[in-house]
């Protein structure tokens, strides 16, 4: 069964004027967590399209390249963001029921977060109505200052991203505590350990430009290092 015909049968859960909030106090557990991960992706994409006042073609085409929706599951898609769109609730109300949903399995949150960060830079410009939205519900989703600062270098193209950041670690740090910590990113990268923790097979994508940064970063640090 598809993710998409999981999502159908979610939102056909929905009663008579029900929010599509309501599923977020609903689909806690592997393996509707799947389910949750991509409606709350949909959901928050479709709450930070106002951020900057335009929803362009080419976030819709970022969206596609993360989730890979087959041409006949459009609809559903379209459904999930035009519930988010048109509910009066606030992003910061939905990205805490997101919050409550995962509890404690921050990893996921992360994973969702690089997501939306895909998708606002879609355009090719990060705007700082987006800058303002994701770094507020990076906040409601508990994630610390240092972590966020490292996956906005990753993400964000604006300048040549610092290595130290982009592994979450200080230049003062030894070279083997830095690659502790380049070793665990690249553990929690794995698409296996991915969809483990509720990200869906379709997103699993979302990790490769991960993957190529943090490698990057840790064969630069390693250079000047070992120089």
Known sequence: MSIWTRITQALSALTSGETLGALFDRLRTPPER?????????????????????????????FREVFHIPAEEEGNAARVFNLARQDVAGFEEYARRISTMFGE???????LMEGLFHIAMADGQYHPAEDAFLTRVSEIFGMSENRFRSMRGRLVPDAVPDPYDVLGVTPDMDLREIRKHWRQLVRDSHPDV??????????VKIAEKRMAAINRAWDEISARETA
Do not use: Q
């Open 34 to 62: 799947s389910v949750a991960f991509t409606i709350a992706v949909i959901a928050l994409s479709a709450k930070m399209a106002k951020a900057d006042g335009l929803v362009t073609r080419a976030e819709v085409t970022a």
């Open 194 to 203: 991915m969809i483990a923790r509720g990200v869906p097979e379709e997103a």
């Open 105 to 111: 399995n921050r990893e996921a949150l992360c994973d």
